[in-house]
């Protein structure tokens, strides 16, 4: 080999190994890049490890508080059970009955938790100034005159019920099918009145709040006393004050303790006129007569499914805003909703909607009516199966 064949060859050879430099080099930042990845995957289950390793705290209301002793007697929620435990001097000055806190496995206070943050907030929806109208309402003309001559008046013009000398209604119970505008009345009447609205599900009480409904309903009057002129409206009223029955679940008993609270907030409840109650029920058969005495629900409204001319009014409203194509005939449209509730027309009013975009037209067509139409009943009855599409 002359010395330019050996020069060639070592030059070449030289090229090979920068291109290995190369490719090592890259492997090299791919390995970092990898390094930095799994460490901070470490690092998350590291913590995600001190998460799991540290216990949850149970809750609790702080039944007495003894005054030298540092010891408070508290409730565990959940299982109702009464323990007397010692509290640390830091936190028994703080600790007054009522008060809700969260303990440790050994009943140990841990901290003190605000009321404002806890169960009013998330059991209690408060709407100052509800955006509901009476004209938004179709086809309840003789159940708006009644709920604004039982809640209306008395709110606004208590001194008519004075001069004619008998006491204002004390409680409106609506009842009647799903969907049908009873909540809508109640706000309605609020916007109307300029009144706070605040609204509570029976059904949230009992399901979400075991072992606080009764403390749940004393808030309930003391927040409505507090943002007076207020309507508090308790919806599925039947989940607190549904018949009494023969089984003696604790369950049930929480249910009747939550109802007597209602019952006897309704009795000692000072008509001033400024607060009116409304509840509303879709098992009016289910309910104890007890809260139907006089001074506690004395007025009942049903709100019925909407009849043909109803059902007309509710379509227009939920179709007024839309751009509606001529060849969409209304009336054969409130004909054929028969059983259709006002839920049920507004969300056959959004699907044709729907259907025109789908379409990708902004004109809502009778032929999208009809689809959407039949996509409602198809869903409403259960026994069809359902089309996959
Ligand atoms: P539920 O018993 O299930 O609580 P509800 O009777 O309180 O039902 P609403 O919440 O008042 O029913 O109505 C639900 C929706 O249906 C309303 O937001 C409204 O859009 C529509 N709707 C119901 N009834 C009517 C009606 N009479 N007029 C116009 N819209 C209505």
Known sequence: MDEDERL???REHFGDIVQVHDELADQLDAARDRQVDLREEVDRLQRENEALKTSSLYLATVEEV????????????????????????????????GDRVAINDSFAVQTLLDTETDARAQAMQVEEDPSVEYADIGGLEEQ?????????????DPERFEAVGIEPPTGVLLHGPPGTGKTMLAKAVANQTDTTFIKMAGSELVQKFIGEGARL??????????R?????FIDEIDAIASKRTESKTSGDAEVQRTMMQLLSEMDGFDQRGDIS???????????DRA????????RLIEVPEPNVEGRREILAIHTADMAVADDVDMEALAEETEGFSGAELESLATEAGMFAIRDERTEVRMTDFEEAMEKITREDSPGTPIAFY
């Open 8 to 10: 060639a060859a070592l």
């Open 277 to 287: 109650i409304i509840a509303a029920t879709n098992r009016f058969d289910m309910l």
């Open 217 to 226: 309903v004393r808030d309930l009057f003391e927040l409505a006393e507090e």
């Open 291 to 298: 809260i139907l005495r006089p001074g506690r629900f004395d």
């Open 144 to 156: 708006t005159r009644e709920v604004r001559e039982a809640v209306e008046a008395p709110l606004m």
């Open 66 to 97: 003894a005054d030298e002793e540092d010891e408070v007697v508290l409730k565990q929620h959940g299982n109702n059970q009464e323990v007397l435990t010692d509290v640390s001097p830091r936190l028994s000055d703080r600790l007054e009955a």
């Open 228 to 232: 007076a002129p207020a309507i508090i």
